[in-house]
C-alpha cells in the first residue's frame, strides 16, 4: 500500500482550510485519512495559527516511507521539517541566515576584486601599447 501526505480540502468557497493526513495512494481528495497531522489555513496572516502540525507524527510517518506531495513538502521545510526524500533543506534558522549571508557577502566582495582586476586588464591591452608600456603594465601586477 503507497501511503502519501497530503492535504484534505475544508471550508467553503473562497475561505478554505486544509487538514494534512496520511492516505492511501488510491483515496480520493476529501476521503478518509489514515490519520490526521495537523492543519493549514493559508488565508491568516500570523504565520504562528496558519500551520498546526503534529511533529512527532510527521516524522514517523515519513520514517516508515510515505511521501509528502509537494505542497505538503514545502508546508513542512517552511516549518523546519526534514522531508528526507526532498532534495532540498528546512528553511534556515536566523543564526543560519546571518552566517549564510556573511558567507555570501565575502564570496561577492572577491568576484567584485577579480572583475575589477579583468576590466583593468582589458582596458589595459584595448588601446595599442609599445613594448616598453607592456613591460610596465605587466610589471605593475596588471
Same mark, same amino acid.
Given at each position: ?80 521539517? &526534514? +522531508?528526507?526524500?526532498?532534495? *532540498? ?7 543560519? %541566515?546571518?552566517?549564510?549571508? #556573511?558567507? @555570501? ?6 568576484? &567584485? +576584486?577579480?572583475?575589477?582586476? *579583468? ?7 584595448? %588601446?595599442?601599447?609599445?613594448? #616598453?608600456? @607592456? ?8
Amino acid at each position: 500500500m503507497a501511503v502519501r501526505i497530503r492535504l484534505k480540502r475544508f471550508g467553503r468557497k473562497n475561505r478554505t482550510f486544509f487538514r494534512l493526513g496520511v492516505f492511501d495512494s488510491m483515496t480520493r481528495r476529501d476521503g478518509r485519512a489514515i490519520e490526521e497531522l495537523g492543519h493549514y489555513d493559508p488565508l491568516v496572516a500570523d504565520d504562528d495559527k496558519k500551520y498546526s502540525l503534529n511533529r512527532e507524527r510527521i516524522s514517523y510517518w515519513l520514517s516508515q516511507g510515505a511521501l509528502p506531495t509537494p505542497t505538503v513538502q514545502n508546508i513542512l521545510l517552511s516549518q523546519g521539517v &526534514d +522531508v528526507p526524500t526532498s532534495g *532540498k533543506k528546512r528553511a534556515m534558522s536566523p543564526e543560519e %541566515k546571518a552566517a549564510h549571508v #556573511k558567507v @555570501r557577502a565575502e564570496k561577492q566582495a572577491k568576484r &567584485d +576584486v577579480a572583475m575589477a582586476r *579583468k576590466a583593468k586588464m582589458v582596458e589595459a591591452t584595448s %588601446k595599442p601599447m609599445s613594448k #616598453k608600456e @607592456r613591460r610596465e603594465a605587466k610589471k605593475a601586477g596588471g
